[in-house]
Structures are given as C-alpha cells and as structure tokens.
Nanobody, 127 residues
Framework: QVQVAESGGGFVQTGGSLSLSCTVS????????MGWFRQAPGKEREPVSC????????NYADSVKGRFTISRDNAKNMLYLQMNSLKPEDTNMYYC????????????????????WGQGTQVTVSS
C-alpha cells in the first residue's frame, strides 16, 4: 500500500518562505520519480515541480521557476519543496505525488502526475 504524507504548509506574508516535506512508503523510493502539484478547490491541478530518481533532473513550472527548489533524500524516503519569494498567487493546496515522467515538457502535462499522492498541505500567502 502506497502512503504519501505532506507537511510544512502554513501562512506567510508575500515574499516569505515555506518548506514542505513529504514522506513516502510502499514504493521503492529511489526508483520512483516524484514531484509536487497544487490544486485549488474547483480548479485544475497544476504540476509545480518534479525530480528524477537521483535528484539530478529537476523541472519547474514557469510560474515558480527561480523561486522554488525541489530535492529528495532517497535514504530517508523524503521529498522536499523549498518555496521562497512567495506570492499571493501561490496560495493553494500542495500535494506530494508520484510522477510518471519528469522533463521540461512533462512538467507542463497533467498526465505526468502519477496515481499516488497525499492529503495535501495548505499554503496561504497574504498580500
């Protein structure tokens, strides 16, 4: 049984930073492409970032490029998302997810999001 659990969301002012964490079990983590997507109620999912098995290949949505950093620790089965220079438009529920693929074009596709994700963690950025 695959289990994914996010943590680290919260409330921050514009320009602030938050760090999200995700723990994963039930998969061979080091063989699994991972990523983050976000989704607001009633809106479509938006892939935010993805990372390959070894952490060398990372990709970001244009909306977060230069501000967010994804990383992973395969020894701990952990995925991270460091979010800096946060904007009100970053306000969303953030989900850690298995991804089917990761690349400059794959990060633009909803189909890259895999079948397993957690309950999400809320990020709220005030103006």
């Amino acid at each position: 049984q695959v289990q994914v659990a996010e943590s680290g969301g919260g409330f921050v002012q514009t320009g602030g930073s938050l760090s999200l964490s995700c723990t994963v079990s039930g998969v061979v983590f080091e063989d699994t492409i991972m990523g983050w997507f976000r989704q607001a109620p009633g809106k479509e999912r938006e892939p935010v970032s993805c990372i390959d098995w070894y952490g060398r290949g990372v990709n970001y949505a244009d909306s977060v490029k230069g501000r967010f950093t994804i990383s992973r620790d395969n020894a701990k089965n952990m995925l991270y998302l460091q979010m800096n220079s946060l904007k009100p438009e970053d306000t969303n529920m953030y989900y850690c997810s298995v991804f089917r693929s990761c690349g400059p074009e794959a990060i633009k596709r909803l189909s890259s999001i895999g079948p397993y994700w957690g309950q999400g963690t809320q990020v709220t950025v005030s103006s």
